[in-house]
């Protein structure tokens, strides 16, 4: 498997673009996440690494990463569009708390089971999915019931 510089470096070759050193910057950045980020917050990282760079490249590159595979968009209920990484992730699906925010990642054989399941009975082969569970988190639902 190539790494993910590799990839992207492909990627933007057959957009017919080039793997600037800033594109290379940003892209350090946004692998060093380790949940999910918005694109201001990946702006802020940034910049605070690379002075240099502007809101409008940074953006303009957390499309390519999503384009290209390396990143997903994800949306938790709050109007905020974050990115989290896909290249050497297993798929999982996330826990939101409707209160706080919180999320969690879960990976669950048995519901991906059931998707294939529902998918087959309605004669659908499935080619990708998205499961935001929201609820509330064990410390709201804590703090609620002491209020």
Known sequence: MKDPYDLFADFVARQKLKMTPQRRQILDVFLAEKGHVTSEELYQKVKAEFPSIGQATVYRTLKLLADSGLAKAVEFGDGAMRYEILYGQSHHDHLI????????????????????????????????????????CPECRKKRSVA
């Open 97 to 136: 708390c409707e209160s706080c925010g919180v999320n969690v990642e879960v990976v669950d054989p048995a519901i991906e089971q059931l998707q294939e399941d529902v998918a087959r009975r309605h004669g659908f082969a499935l080619t990708g999915h998205k499961l935001y569970l929201y609820g509330l």
